[in-house]
């Protein structure tokens, strides 16, 4: 039961990259999901989450970056537009799985570290995104 991403690499600033996670062992609407990402140094940061449909982006991307969940494909994608140097990280894909572990959701919270904090989370290995200048 993981989140699996693909799809990072390396681009140019001002390009675009899409990324994409799919639920393995799990499925995508009776969780709640989030994108994040970390930078050598830095502190994990939220890209997005979502709960219950509804989802909310971090202050660094919004305008720039979306997100479009799939459930028939069980999958979420992030797609990743004016792309700038700032955007380098690991890009981690995670889920909440409290609604079908506990009976209830919980919703997936910031953090310091890009890894799970709890038995009802599960989180991918991630994946490097490198934007260029």
């Known amino acids: 039961v993981q989140p699996v991403e693909s799809g990072g690499g390396s681009v140019q600033a001002g390009g675009s990259l899409g990324l994409s996670c799919t639920a393995s062992?799990?499925?995508?609407?009776?969780?709640?999901m989030g994108w994040y990402r970390q930078a050598p140094g830095a502190e994990c940061e939220v890209v997005f989450t979502m709960s219950s449909d509804v989802s909310s982006d971090g202050d660094s991307v919004k305008g720039r970056f979306t997100i479009s969940p799939d459930n028939a494909k069980n999958t979420m994608s992030l797609q990743m537009d004016s792309l700038n140097p700032e955007d380098t990280a690991v890009y981690y894909c995670?889920?909440?799985?409290?609604?079908?572990?506990?009976?209830?959701?919980?919703?997936?919270?910031?953090?310091?570290?890009?890894?799970?904090?709890?038995?009802?989370?599960?989180w991918g290995q991630g994946t490097l995104v490198t934007v260029s200048s």
């Open positions: 995670a889920a909440s799985r409290a609604q079908v572990i506990a009976g209830t959701r919980i919703p997936l919270s910031r953090r310091r570290r890009c890894e799970r904090t709890s038995y009802l989370e599960v």
């Open positions: 062992g799990f499925t995508l609407d009776d969780s709640d």
